[in-house]
């Protein structure tokens, strides 16, 4: 199998750090401090995202983490003005383009590119005047990958959930055929010059298929790696993550 990509990039999602600290309205525990030892455990970058109704990543936690981070900050945003505004004064790595929805509890699917695809063109064009990569998050289908590279995206995650709920729900034909449509689709858009990237629901369980497609240059993992981190501590959770899938890659 040809390695595109070399190391697999793994960026931890510290959202629900935050979900923790709001249920109590205090301080504690800080998605800061998860950031910078999750950077300590070998982190190549930081996911957040800040929602509209600010559930649980906040503005200043965002200004905590450019200003706290060595590494790469991933802002998660939905393509509003509000948060193209906030992306463009701080200038991050790199943005994901998120579909969201105030009564969802997590992301729901990807986002429906060829629907807006001019709208999203003219929404991103700032951002990547201004440096920052922009990633696209969308299903497995052709459709939208083609939509995410005529608008101009650098990059594309592919959602990994469906593959993860058919793993945990027994329906192993369903999983298997939906991981094809995952490896057929990253070797798609390879082909097209993007980047790939893909994440949501992955677990120590379901990571390795992901990880061993060769076009898959990053993955982004949260919810999981902060559940765990309840037994097991944050940096053994992350480098048990990180095992597999330097494990997958070789």
Do not use: W
Request: net charge negative; glycine share 8%.
């Amino acid at each position: 199998m040809t390695n595109y990509a070399g190391r697999l990039r793994l960026g931890v999602n510290i959202d629900h750090v935050a979900t923790v600290r709001n249920a109590r309205g205090g301080a504690y525990p800080d998605p800061i401090r998860a950031a910078k030892l999750a950077e300590e455990a070998g982190a190549d970058g930081i996911t957040a995202h800040l929602r509209e109704d600010r559930r649980h990543i906040t503005d200043p936690d965002i200004d905590g983490l450019m200003e706290a981070l060595s590494v790469p900050l991933n802002f998660e945003m939905a393509a509003t003005d509000e948060m193209q505004a906030i992306a463009l004064r701080h200038k991050p790595h790199a943005v994901c383009i998120v579909p969201e929805k105030r009564e969802e509890r997590t992301t729901e699917g990807g986002l429906e590119v060829a629907r807006e695809e001019n709208k999203l063109a003219h929404f991103i064009a700032p951002l990547r005047d201004v440096g920052c990569r922009v990633s696209i998050f969308i299903a497995a289908d052709q459709k939208q990958i083609d939509a995410a590279n005529r608008i101009g995206a650098q990059v594309i995650e592919l959602h990994t959930g469906a593959y993860c709920d058919f793993h945990a729900e027994g329906k192993f034909d369903e999983r298997d055929e939906e991981l094809a449509r995952l490896r057929d689709m990253c070797a798609y858009a390879h082909t097209l010059g993007l980047e790939v990237h893909a994440g949501h629901g992955l677990t120590y369980d379901t990571v390795k298929p992901i990880a061993a497609f060769p076009e898959v240059m990053e993955l982004n993992i949260g919810h999981f790696l902060i559940g765990e981190s309840i037994f097991r501590g944050l940096q053994p959770a992350i480098a048990e993550m990180r095992r597999l899938m330097d494990e997958a890659r070789t």
